[in-house]
Nanobody
Framework: QVQLVESGGGLVQAGGSLRLSCAAS????????MAWYRQAPGEQRELVAQ???????MYGDSVRGRFTVSRDDAKNTLYLQMNGLEPGDTAVYYC???????????????WGQGTQVTVSS
């Protein structure tokens, strides 16, 4: 059974920083793409940042220059360093991993349960 568990969310003032983590656990053979998405109330889920197994990175337009995504494949963990937070960054942040579990013949997409980030003005 593969699980993704996010942590690091919370309440912060505008201009502050937070670091999110997403740990993948279970019988994992290999992880391809990993990414962070976010969803604010009444809004669609949007891409925040994505990083491939080879290290290719892509950011959403609204966070480029403020957020930094990274991964530690030895720990099967994805990170998101968020600096210069703005009230518009308030949302539930979800991670996903496109991975191969040892019990399955093909890659599958897994989502975490989400962590709340609230930025006060």
């Amino acid at each position: 059974q593969v699980q993704l568990v996010e942590s690091g969310g919370g309440l912060v003032q505008a201009g502050g920083s937070l670091r999110l983590s997403c740990a993948a656990s279970g019988s994992i053979t290999r992880i391809d793409n990993m990414a962070w998405y976010r969803q604010a109330p009444g809004e669609q889920r949007e891409l925040v940042a994505q990083i491939t197994e080879k290290g290719t990175i892509m950011y959403g337009d609204s966070v480029r220059g403020r957020f930094t995504v990274s991964r530690d494949d030895a720990k099967n963990t994805l990170y998101l360093q968020m600096n210069g937070l703005e009230p518009g960054d308030t949302a539930v942040y979800y991670c996903y991993a496109y991975l191969l579990a040892w019990s399955l013949p093909t890659y599958k997409l897994y989502w975490g349960q989400g962590t709340q980030v609230t930025v006060s003005s």
